[in-house]
Each structure stands twice: as structure tokens, then as C-alpha cells.
């Protein structure tokens, strides 16, 4: 198993969860993280430091297509390890449904 990044990242992109990764493991995109499924050790420790609550084990139901985000988009995108500013508006933006729909982009992040 792994744990993965999911829709409520999306926008909201606080970045704590990359302070606490033993692996460091995320990477970034312009408005998401992702984790790298295969270099997650499924610790478990990032899942409650997200402040979107958007991190889940992918044991859960219903998440293969996030973690087939996760795995193709951790491959393109750069790493991060530092915490980042979050968006202004990530609070505004928390809680708000089908943003993958709505705002997702594939382009890379600057990584730190
Ligand atoms: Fe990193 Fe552990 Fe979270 Fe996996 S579960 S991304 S190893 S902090
Ligand atoms: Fe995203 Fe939560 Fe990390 S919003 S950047 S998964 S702390």
C-alpha cells in the first residue's frame, strides 16, 4: 500500500505534509502535491498534518484514480522537501467539491 494525495490538495496546497515525510517523498505540481507510491514507506505520519485533510492510504475505497495520479504525476514533476507559502486563498478553497474537474494542472512546480 501506499498513501496518496488527494482532490482537496488540489488549490489548497498547504505544503505541511513535506515537513514531516522520512522519505521525502512529495512532489510538486503548480497547485497539488503528490506522493510517489513507490518510495512511500507508508509510514502514516503525514496523513494527519494536512490541513485539507487530503492525504488517505489507498487501502480506502474508491482512490485508484488518484493513485494513478500520484504515480504518473510524481514521475514528472520535481521533488520538494521545503515548505513552500500556500496559495492566499487555500482556506477559501477548502472543501470545495470535484476540483480535479475544475482546476487540476499538469504543470510542474518549481520543487525545493
Ligand atoms: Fe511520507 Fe510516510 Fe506520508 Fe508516505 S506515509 S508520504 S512515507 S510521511
Ligand atoms: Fe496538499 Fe495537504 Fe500537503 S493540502 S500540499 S497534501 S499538507
Redesign the pocket.
Known sequence: MTYV?TDN?IR??????VEVCPVDCFYEGEN??VINPNECIDCGVCEP????E??LPDTENGLEKWLELNTKFSAEWPNITVKGEAPADADEMSGVENKLEKFFSPEPGEGS
Request: proline share 6%; charged share 20%.
Open positions: 494525495v490538495c489548497c496546497k498547504y505544503m505541511d505534509c497539488m502535491l498534518e494536512c490541513p485539507a487530503a492525504i
